[in-house]
T-cell receptor, first 113, second 111 residues
Framework: GAGVSQSPSNKVTEKGKDVELRCDPISGHTALYWYRQSLGQGLEFLIYFQGNSAPDKSGLPSDRFSAERTGGSVSTLTIQRTQQEDSAVYLC???????????FGPGTRLTVL | SQQGEEDPQALSIQEGENATMNCSYKTSINNLQWYRQNSGRGLVHLILIRSNEREKHSGRLRVTLDTSKKSSSLLITASRAADTASYFCATGNSGYSTLTFGKGTMLLVSP
């Protein structure tokens, strides 16, 4: 079946602009995760959705970052008033339930000029 | 907070040799997972070992877990050039909702 997809694959924006990153998880997966990876670094957890429960936002670096998951499926990560330090690859993953292996999308490479 | 720390940061070997990567973490875990990442994009899950398991095999992969030392190792036997990638360990705790990833080991397998 189809894996996790993300769009766009690359996004170049100017400092101060808002961006929206989209994630389509694997159908039937109840858990969805967003991570950020800077060049040569590990993954930094951002936010996690599990079913209809309130999301775990503990990893969001600032109030400029927000995410929503509509209908328990597609998720959008929004970064407002982007800064150069927001430049990174944003990775989305889903799993059948929490604690299981996570399936990752190809990521969105965000460059803030 | 708990965090997987991989060792070494980089490893360069010849095809056919074995590659061993280590991971240490700080607090109690529910499970530990290893992932591979090619070209800085999406990660691929390799293997999951639960806290009550000591060793697990999958093809050319062998993972061990020593909860008393809070460490795990990933062994890739008979390495191939296609194994060239970054390898990450990630720890899961029942008290947390997601995994905590280390910074990874970059493996280079030369033909």
């Amino acid at each position: 079946g189809a894996g996790v997809s993300q769009s766009p694959s690359n996004k170049v924006t100017e400092k101060g602009k808002d961006v929206e990153l989209r994630c389509d998880p694997i159908s039937g997966h109840t858990a969805l995760y967003w991570y950020r990876q800077s060049l040569g670094q590990g993954l930094e957890f951002l936010i996690y959705f599990q079913g209809n429960s309130a999301p775990d936002k503990s990893g969001l670096p600032s109030d400029r970052f927000s995410a929503e998951r509509t209908g328990g499926s597609v998720s959008t990560l929004t970064i407002q008033r982007t800064q150069q330090e927001d430049s990174a690859v944003y990775l989305c993953a889903s799993s059948l339930i929490w604690g299981n292996e996570q399936f990752f999308g190809p990521g969105t490479r965000l460059t803030v000029l | 907070s708990q965090q997987g720390e991989e060792d070494p940061q980089a490893l360069s070997i010849q095809e056919g040799e074995n590659a061993t990567m280590n991971c240490s973490y700080k607090t109690s875990i529910n499970n530990l997972q290893w992932y591979r990442q090619n070209s800085g994009r999406g990660l691929v899950h390799l293997i999951l070992i639960r806290s009550n398991e000591r060793e697990k095999h999958s093809g050319r992969l062998r993972v061990t877990l020593d909860t008393s030392k809070k460490s795990s190792s990933l062994l890739i036997t008979a390495s191939r050039a296609a194994d060239t990638a970054s390898y990450f360990c990630a720890t899961g705790n029942s008290g947390y909702s997601t995994l905590t990833f280390g910074k990874g080991t970059m493996l280079l397998v030369s033909p």
